[in-house]
């Protein structure tokens, strides 16, 4: 069997292994929503592509200048679309073959992925409308090929700092330094920030449009390649093996919480789980990262001044944490589910440890943004506002996914980990907690100001906050009326 018949096989397996997925009913409204995404995706890209070609004035090496924008925007996008190879290589490690062939495979299927060449939505338009200016043929066609070939580098580069943030997050500041490298000729002429960008567009265009650039693209995306082939083995090897993990030479005891009891215990396990715990640790530093770089932005550049950006950011930056960790709530102990359901009324402990914990968070973002306030940016009213209206509702509205969730998170995979795909009203759910406050304060706004909005969304806050009892208890209720739906996706989606 050669290479390409078994790329072929492997694409077939992993085709069938979707397909008998115990989420496969969930992948289903996944993939619609996902189809309907990247539609809506190829409309702005077509919209984007005739406006940079009506922009060129019918100048080839419009598109490779402009590179410098899409290239960033195309790696934060791929943080949402496209995941490391490990996961679906796990199963061939054992195999009778080539140790890196399994691999190899899905690094070409990564370079022929249908996300890559969407972009061609906005190549193609911009490489007509160059047609129709009087542009030759075979420069638009060299265009839109480098073009193409620049989301190919862009991927396997997305690959390699994917896989090293999988391993730890600090990784992410080279990554996006990486990305920053190409605007650093524009700090050496702040006085003429407008002449500066032009000159750096124009020198881009041109080593875009030189006979080298082609070959040199070709040559870097080969290097990757077995970069990322080298680097995808050994850390998948090591997962499975094991080889990474280390004796524990100290315990914690967090003696505070044991104050509150059983709530206590369970404060001391969501702690302890977002310390040790890759896959949570890693998610939390993560958030918190996020916070910082969002708030020192808000703080001290004119970005974002108007006051609807300004609220967004601030809403964003208190739910982030406890959005990103919540949406899978119950999924961690979706390892342990049945210890818990053997004593089932510690199941409203552990849901009121959760949501103590995560309200308790909120105070990291509040500090953080305090700069912020000293700038003139944001009041102390909003910053109280938002905090309360996320410890409240935002949590109210998301610990309802308890209810459905049923798959079962690895706690220290990152690599080989599978992905998790949601269902119909997991989703209505997600995306009613990320836009539902926006919408209210945005009607309050518009009917009442903003200071009046502000103390109504402390007042709805506090209202959740002081009923968490009864909404907990009525999350409870539900979740024992699917527990054995529950109990069984748990352990059909756990990783041994």
Request: aromatic content about 18%.
């Amino acid at each position: 069997m050669n290479k390409f018949q078994l790329y072929r096989l492997l694409r077939k397996n992993t085709n069938l292994s979707y397909k008998r997925s115990p989420a496969f009913e969930q992948n289903k409204w996944a993939k619609g929503l996902i189809y309907f995404g990247a539609a809506m995706f190829g409309i702005y890209l077509i919209m984007y592509g005739c406006i940079i070609g009506a922009s060129a004035e019918g100048t080839a090496g419009y598109m490779l200048g402009a590179a410098m924008v899409y290239l960033v925007l195309d790696f934060l996008f791929r943080f949402i679309v496209q995941n490391t190879p490990g996961m679906m290589v796990k199963p061939y490690i054992l195999q009778p073959i080539s140790r890196y062939t399994a691999i190899e495979c899905f690094l070409v299927g990564e370079h022929v992925s249908g996300y890559n060449f969407l972009w061609l939505c906005m190549f193609v338009p911009y490489g007509i409308i160059l047609l129709f200016a009087g542009e030759s043929f075979g420069i638009v066609l060299y265009e839109i090929v480098a073009s193409q070939l620049l989301m190919i580098l862009n991927s396997q580069i997305y690959l390699f700092f994917r896989t090293l943030i999988n391993r730890t997050v600090l990784w992410l500041i080279p990554g996006l330094l990486f990305y920053a490298l190409p605007y650093s000729p524009i700090l050496f002429h702040l006085n003429n920030k407008a002449d500066a960008i032009e000159k750096v567009f124009d020198t881009y265009s041109a080593v875009g449009m030189s006979w080298y650039f082609l070959p040199v693209v070709l040559a870097i995306i080969c290097a990757l390649f077995f970069v990322n082939r080298y680097f995808q083995f050994k850390y998948v090897y090591e997962e499975i093996s094991k080889k990474t993990e280390k004796e524990l030479k100290h315990v914690s005891q967090f003696t505070f919480f044991e104050r509150f009891g059983l709530v206590g215990e369970y404060l001391k396990i969501e702690l302890k789980s977002n310390i040790r715990n890759k896959t949570m640790r890693t998610r939390c530093i993560f958030s918190i990262v996020a916070v910082v770089i969002f708030s020192l932005i808000v703080a001290y550049t004119p970005i974002y001044d108007n006051e609807l950006m300004q609220n967004f950011w601030c809403l964003y930056c208190f739910a982030l944490y406890g959005a990103t960790a919540l949406i899978k709530i119950m999924g961690q102990e979706g390892n342990y589910i049945e210890l818990l359901m053997m004593h089932r009324e510690n199941l409203i402990a552990l849901l009121e440890a959760k949501f103590w914990f995560y309200s308790s968070v909120l105070i990291i973002p509040f500090v953080i943004m305090l700069p912020a306030v000293i700038a003139g940016k944001y009041t102390i009213l909003m910053l109280l506002a938002y905090m309360l209206l996320t410890a409240g509702f935002l949590h109210f509205v998301i610990f309802q996914l308890a209810v459905y969730n049923k798959q079962t998170i690895p706690l220290q995979l990152k690599v080989t980990a599978k992905g998790n795909f949601e269902n119909g009203i997991q989703l209505v759910i997600e995306l009613f907690a990320f836009f539902g406050p926006i919408l209210i304060t945005g009607l309050g706004y518009l009917l009442i100001g903003l200071t009046y909005t502000y103390i109504i969304l402390c007042i709805i806050g506090l209202a959740f906050i002081a009923t968490h009892h009864l909404w907990i208890r009525n999350i409870y209720n539900r979740m024992m009326k699917r527990r054995y739906e529950n109990i069984e996706g748990f352990i059909n989606t756990r990783d041994f």
